[in-house]
């Protein structure tokens, strides 16, 4: 999975978990700003492993709290990605 199609995913996850237009999920925004709390990170987390096939703990999405370096964190990525 390349960064992007992460970077992807993500904003079409979190538009749908947080009831928003994918374009309201800005990959440079924290995430705590665009609604998710813990309780939204326990699940994202666990939807992150499935998806990814790799262990995610809420750690690395309290490390890494926007799309862009979360997605770049999974993937081992530091390619730029287009913000959206």
């Given at each position: 999975m390349t960064r992007q199609q992460l970077t992807d995913w993500l904003r079409e996850?979190?538009?749908d978990l947080l009831d928003v237009a994918p374009e309201q999920i800005g990959t440079d925004i924290p995430l705590?700003?665009?609604g998710v709390d813990s309780a939204t990170t326990l699940v994202l987390s666990a939807d992150l492993t499935a998806h990814t096939g790799r262990e995610v703990r809420p750690g690395e999405i309290f490390d890494h709290p926007t799309v862009e370096r979360l997605a770049a964190r999974l993937t081992g990525s530091t390619d730029p990605v287009a913000a959206g």
């Open positions: 996850y979190l538009a705590e700003q665009l």
